[in-house]
């Protein structure tokens, strides 16, 4: 029977030093709900779980960029009804000024509204005081075209149409390859049409390569119906390609929130405890620093018996 090493409870203290490190380890992750808090908990899964969690935080900016797209592309679209609305009306008044019946005098009061519809396409698209913008942006004056990131890994971009409906633009339009019935003039083949002619005005206006259009003379109006059906179908297409980039977005936005879904729900299976195991590693801890305890006080206790000896 020794005195000086009571090695009992020596190793009672080291089964009893694990148990309350098992439990605070235990209480530790039920506080914080994590599995792993730190790289010593599991090295491989912490590397696994902060790689998904980057994945995570990527889609979610993604999918915030992908509606700001949408936003900017409903804006876009949201102007170009209204241009196509003036275009319309536009033509409406080229129609009435090709008629055989008025005067000049009729035909330049029509052509008041007519240059004013042009003015406001203008003051929409033209200009660093334009109005048609998204967040500063211009969106009808030919820049590069929308490019924004759409996934959580460098390189998934969406790159988008460029839209050029200012005055100046230069692309063409489509050619008016017409003979009018009454034999006054024809427009040849070799007439191309820009968008930048459709904002432009006067002395100028029936020279379709050169001007723009107007309905001052009756000539001038059957040349400003022919170019006005071309600007109408200009806009149409440049709408259908901005309704199409944006229905291509949304399903974009879809798949990278079922991504991100996917991707926590990874990270979780890694990163977050499970309250129920370890609710139960916690009691069955907690019971055995218990037991260590009142066995740490017999193992003290031990000793105390060779009093019986030199008493």
Avoid at 237 to 242: E, G, Q, S, Y
Wanted: with cysteine; charged share 15%.
């Amino acid at each position: 029977m020794q005195v000086f090493n009571n090695v009992p409870a020596f190793g009672v203290w080291v089964n009893y030093s694990s148990s309350v490190n098992n439990m605070r380890n235990s209480m530790s992750k039920l506080s914080s709900g994590l599995r792993i808090k730190t790289a010593a908990d599991d090295p491989a899964g912490l590397a696994m779980s902060e790689r998904m969690r980057s994945q995570v935080r990527n889609s979610g900016m993604a999918a915030q960029n992908i509606q700001n797209s949408i936003a900017f592309m409903r804006t876009a679209d949201s102007w170009m009804q209204k241009i196509h609305d003036m275009l319309h009306r536009m033509n409406e008044l080229a129609v009435a000024a090709n008629d055989g019946t008025k005067t000049s005098v009729d035909r330049a009061n029509l052509q008041v509204e007519f240059e004013n519809m042009q003015a406001e396409i203008i003051r929409i698209t033209t200009g660093s005081l334009a109005r048609g913008k998204f967040n500063t942006t211009n969106l009808f004056q030919g820049n590069s075209g929308l490019i924004t990131q759409v996934g959580a890994d460098p390189g998934q971009l969406f790159c988008g149409a460029s839209i050029s409906l200012h005055r100046g633009s230069t692309d063409p339009i489509g050619t008016v390859p017409i003979a009018f019935s009454c034999g006054q003039f024809t427009i040849g083949p070799s007439a191309n049409v820009t968008w930048g002619s459709v904002l432009n005005g006067g002395t100028n206006a029936t020279g379709l390569n050169t001007g723009g259009i107007s309905i001052e003379t009756q000539d001038a109006a059957m040349k400003a119906t022919a170019v006005l059906v071309l600007a109408i179908d200009h806009v149409s297409n440049k709408r259908a390609v901005m309704g199409a980039e944006g229905s291509r977005l949304g399903h974009s936005l879809e798949g990278v929130r079922t991504y991100q879904e996917n991707m926590m729900g990874a990270e979780s299976a890694i990163r977050d405890v499970d309250m129920a195991l370890e609710s139960t590693q916690f009691m069955k801890h907690q019971i055995l620093t218990q037991v260590g305890t009142a066995m740490l006080a017999q193992a003290n206790a031990l000793p105390q018996s060779v009093m019986q000896l030199i008493g």
